[in-house]
């Protein structure tokens, strides 16, 4: 909006109150620089209230002591709205009553110091009576209401300086920036605003024009970026789209071609039942037709052995043919199961699929309602902008700029920050088809440690837990020498990326760990803190478990964490049977209370809906456990280690790739088993010892370039354990 463009070029909407959609009757404007009606502010804030949130933008702002009423009048668009209501005043009728000679004739200009109409005869004395020589700038003949080259400095030019909010009778004359800008008489400079820093009015709107020029110029270098934003938004909607249907394809016509495989197979099975009969059918022939012409020789002497010889022949054949019948059922029974499995797995992994996508759609929707208000900022910050420069009324500025500075200075902190990535929102995350009998073979543990690597953490304590991605990504936690918490990052090598020392102490409590995405990090420590840690800038974010849960025991104390990033949850087990489910926005979810066979949760983990708990200092046992809304129900129970006794519990917990399910057990006199259970009800696969002088507390799965290892860390000899899983 150039100060040349004529008013009737200014777009009805930036004159248009969005609450009553009306256009605006003494417009207020909030720091966000979106104005709305006084009366529709003081309609929807309710009385006594401090805060006040943008109906356009939804940002909230601090209401000043005044409530509504001190609020900013945006006087540049309160100038322009009431000389459009003059033109459509003078458009329905243009007979006025004359401030001077007090007929009603019609108007022929307007006096904004007198703010009243002139006749034709009137006018032409108030233009050049030297009495009233100072509204000649301020007189504007109506013939000029309607010329396309009236502009918003025109008008500005014409409007007087305000009045003294102390004094009303008099005109403002200064401006008290100790008041912020506020216009003054001469008479105030005597009294309340004695000692203030006091401006003349048109070199501070100059100084003002400036400084806003200049936040201007810096603000539109980000300007692109918001709006390129959008389009990638875009892109990366229509990516997603593409990427869940060649996904679920790929599933489908996987599916197809193991169905085809497997039914190939239960042909072929049934093909070689029927060839083994037939060749079992022609040799009992061949040796019933030999024994016949042997046995007839003898049939005078013993024609009972004979038919007790054929008997026991047929009941030979019969035996053996309902033992290859038998052993064809199996196997056509063992197939059919294995393809039912995959079907059923298959149906859950397209069931995820869609989950994750909608939590994905979800999401891009939030970047591009982001985005679009950014975009709406700018356009809302550079309108109002140009339409000050437009006007150029040195008090309009002296005013207004501030405010608009404000604004600027928040709208390009917002721009500047990084955008957030759009590859991991295009995709879809699905685990490898673990499918039936004779799709997959096992995954075996490597018989012995592959490599120990020392762990370069500086006045490391103690190791209290280890976590993983996707990408080779690998966090410890643990206490330093002084009690404190550590969150440390680190490479397969054992090459430490980072460390980050968390307020407080914490000798008495476990830090858990547990990844809730590429970078984010789900955290409890301290007892009863829960919190979310971004590993790319080490930011974090901690609540208190009593702070956020209505009844919750003043004792409790959390014991362990777990993440499902599917529905994106954090999940907490506790020294109780009581389990918290958060999202990513550290919001309870839900509360459940296990079954009454668990007294008190160590590790968990979510595996195709179950919780797999470890009670590892009460019933020391560990479970399955079915996860509902509320309650939860026992799905089965992992057996212990086959050896040395009954005297195990269970650790820690975690699971690979292939659905395979990995538990560490302890005992007395420092044993410790990784024990690998199988993927549909806990039945002991492999059991492999960890070596005693290792005391290892803590187990995980993580991909790397040379395959799937377990990690294990030693909390006291500072060393990472790996198992290669083959």
Known sequence: MASASPLKDIDEQYLQCCICMERLKEPKILPCLHRYCRECLERIVKKGAKKIECVTCREVHTLPKGGINSLKTDFNTKNIIEFIQLQDSVKVDPLRTCIHCKKKQEASAFCFRCNDFLCETCHAFHASSAMVKDHHPHIFSLSEAEAANLTIQKLSSLKVAPRCRTHPEKLSELCCTTCGNLPICVPCTFGEHRGHNLEEVKS??????????????DLLQYKEKAYSMREEIKKTKDKLELNVDQESRKLREQLDREGERIKKEIHDAEKELNTKRADLEKRMKEETSARKKQLEKEMRESRERYEQACREEQQE???N????????TKVRGKLEGGLRVMNNEIQELLASIRTQKDENVKKIKELSDHFDGI??????????????????NDWTDVQCIPDVCRAVDLLR???????????????VKIRGLSAGVTVRGKVGISEDVESIIDLHIKESRCITDITGNEDGTIVITGLTSAWQTYIAVITMGGSLQQRNILPGTAWKYSTRCSFLSQYLIAIIYGGNQIGIYDIRDQSRKFIRLSDVIMNCPTNQQVTSVTTDPVNGHIIMGCGSRDVYVFNSKLEHVKT???????KRVGDIAVYKGNLLVCDSFGARRAFAVALKQTASEVKYEFTKPTVGGSDWHPLSVCTDQSGYIYMLWKRGGGRSFIVQYTKDGGQIELEREVDRTHYVTAITAVQTKQGEKLLLPSSETKKLLTYGLT
Do not use: H
């Open 204 to 217: 501070l709107a100059k100084i003002q024009r400036e400084m806003l020029r200049g936040k201007i110029a």
């Open 375 to 392: 975009v709406k900022k700018f356009e809302n910050v550079t309108a109002t902008a140009d339409c000050i420069f437009a006007a150029q």
């Open 317 to 319: 054949a019969d035996l």
């Open 592 to 598: 459940m209370k296990l079954p009454d066979v668990i």
């Open 321 to 328: 043919f309902r033992r290859l019948k038998e052993e064809n």
């Open 413 to 427: 902190e917002e721009a500047k920050r990084d955008s957030p990535g759009m590859g991991n929102l295009s995709g």
